[in-house]
């Protein structure tokens, strides 16, 4: 505890980090108890309001049919880490056997898996997530498993990348003298050595999968409205710019506070594994 301590304190950023991070959890897990209006977040018309710039009680004014954007811009951090937590814990298992499997056991089912991983790995991910979903329905549901699909190769190329260095390591030639099965050594003996570097990996991802969610949005393929979203948020505010230019700024301010404090606590969390190893 102490070493975490003085590795956190002595970096100003990691403290930003861990700030901003708890600025967007808390206010996505209290959404309902802090948003000024909760009943913004949907289908609400409030056209005496329509359209106000910053000023009180609409501290980041109000959008086009009046709803109070600092209330969207909270439930819309619930959306996006909610869909962030799902596609990683989809895309990790998924990419994580992949990599055992094909470091690990070799020969024809490395060649198989990594060319695999290798196909999707040369599609850029937002090409691809909008090619799917460009033949799904634009749904929640539809924007986590496009990104999902992006995802699990780059875990499955880090896993893989670890798992061939570790498997020639003394403690696993150690358990597979003593008869230790394929599943052992793999799960039991080289995966804990793996997870350091996916915990890292997994804090990082979470602010680019957010952003790319917001880009999905920004495009039309997400979230859908009257579901608040940031990106599709930006998108429909970009239009009335710069005279209402509180409809896109607060919005991309907000995405680029989750993404920005993510990567820091990722870094911070890297150079803290890397001390205690």
């Keep these: 505890m102490q070493r975490t301590l003085y590795i956190l304190l002595r970096n100003p950023m990691s403290m930003l980090g861990l700030l901003l991070v708890f600025i967007v959890v808390f206010s996505a897990i209290f959404a309902d108890f802090i948003a000024p ?5 949907g289908a609400v018309v409030d056209f005496a309001n329509f359209n106000r710039a910053p000023e009180w009680p609409y501290i980041f004014g109000t959008d ?7 209330t969207r811009i909270i439930y819309a951090f619930r959306i996006s880490l909610m869909l962030g937590a799902v596609v990683l814990v989809i895309a990790v298992p998924i990419g994580v056997t992949i990599g055992l499997l094909a470091g690990y056991l070799g020969g024809w089912t490395e060649y198989v898996l990594m060319r695999l991983t290798d196909v999707f790995l040369s599609i850029p991910p937002l090409v691809l997530a909008m090619s799917i979903m460009g033949v799904l329905q634009p749904t929640l549901t539809n924007g986590m498993l496009a990104v999902t699909a992006m995802w699990w190769p780059w875990y499955t190329r880090l896993v893989y990348n670890i798992t061939r260095s570790e498997k020639e390591e003394g403690y696993v030639l150690a358990a597979e003298v003593i008869g230790a099965s394929r599943l052992h050594v793999m799960f039991r003996e080289i995966l804990p050595n793996c997870v350091p570097s996916i915990l890292t990996k997994m804090t990082l991802d979470l602010g680019f999968v957010i952003l790319i969610a917001s ?13 608040p979203d940031l990106g599709s948020m930006v998108a429909e505010g970009a239009t009335y710019l710069p005279d209402s230019w509180w409809l896109t700024v ?5 995405i680029l506070v989750a993404v920005f404090g993510f990567n820091l606590v990722g870094d911070a969390l890297r150079e803290l594994l890397g001390a205690d190893q």
């Design 37 to 41: 209006f909760p009943a913004h977040r």
């Design 64 to 70: 086009l049919v009046g709803r109070d954007i600092f």
């Design 215 to 227: 880009s999905l949005s920004f495009l039309g393929l997400g979230v859908q409205p009257p579901t």
């Design 250 to 254: 607060f919005p991309g301010l907000a």
